[in-house]
């Protein structure tokens, strides 16, 4: 099993193009996770699925949408990426009633220029 | 919402000594605390994690501590090795009505690094 992937790896964009951050899990997990990560705060929630067809919006939702049309895909858009934006992207997924055990992805560095 | 205060941010020993990270959180009704462990250029991964019901839980070099009164909780590295140095989260729910689906709030991490 290749667990979590995201993709890309590594991205640089400039200000107002936008973007899409892939995750896949190939471990029938029905919750997902997006997260960015900065210097000084740790793990922050973007948006969230709890089941195919599904989103909700974390504690720092606002410039992404995410979509989840197939189980294994949650995917992370940017419509009109901002400087603010530069961060770690990270994509988190969990089997039903095991919130706990999180598997992550190796991460999307981005940077907005 | 649940709040989580990590400290200390960065944390250096001696190959060999002990290390604590030690986690504050704010909702009595948490109960369950995962710690996560971050390598340079990895997502985090799962080493430990503790439920309300038990004081101290080890795992071979690796121990976590509840104090649900001060509503703190502590990972406790012992005789700590080179492979040890990472960045280190501790987590807590986030509301408890969905089940046991909760969402994790995390802590702001703490970077450990041990000298040889």
């Known amino acids: 099993n290749a667990g979590v992937t995201q993709t890309p790896k590594f991205r640089v964009l400039k200000t107002g193009q936008s973007m899409t951050l892939l995750c896949a899990q190939d471990m029938n997990h029905e919750y997902m996770y997006w997260y960015r990560q900065d210097p000084g705060m740790g793990l922050r929630l973007i948006h969230y699925s709890v089941g195919e067809g599904t989103t909700a919006k974390g504690e720092v939702p606002d410039g992404y949408n995410v979509s989840r049309l197939k189980k294994q895909n949650f995917l992370l858009g940017l419509e009109s990426a901002a400087p603010s934006q530069t961060s770690v992207y990270f994509c988190?997924?969990?089997?039903?009633?095991?919130?706990?055990?999180?598997?992550f992805g190796p991460g999307t560095r981005l940077l907005v220029l | 919402g649940e709040n989580v205060e990590q400290h200390p941010s960065t944390l250096s020993v001696q190959e060999g000594d002990s290390a604590v990270i030690k986690c504050t959180y704010s909702?009595?009704?948490?109960?369950?605390f995962p710690w996560y462990k971050q390598e340079l250029g990895k997502g985090p991964q799962l080493i430990i994690d503790?439920?309300?019901?038990?004081g101290e839980k080890k795992d071979q070099r690796i121990a976590v501590t509840l104090n649900k009164t001060a509503k703190h909780f502590s990972l406790h590295i012992t005789e700590t090795q080179p492979e040890d140095s990472a960045v280190y989260f501790c987590a807590a729910p986030k509301g408890l009505s969905n089940f046991g689906n909760e969402k994790l709030t995390f802590g702001t991490g703490t970077r450990l690094t041990i000298i040889p």
């Open positions: 988190a997924s969990h089997p039903w009633g095991a919130p706990e055990t999180q598997y």
């Open positions: 909702d009595s009704a948490s109960n369950y």
């Open positions: 503790i439920r309300s019901n038990v």
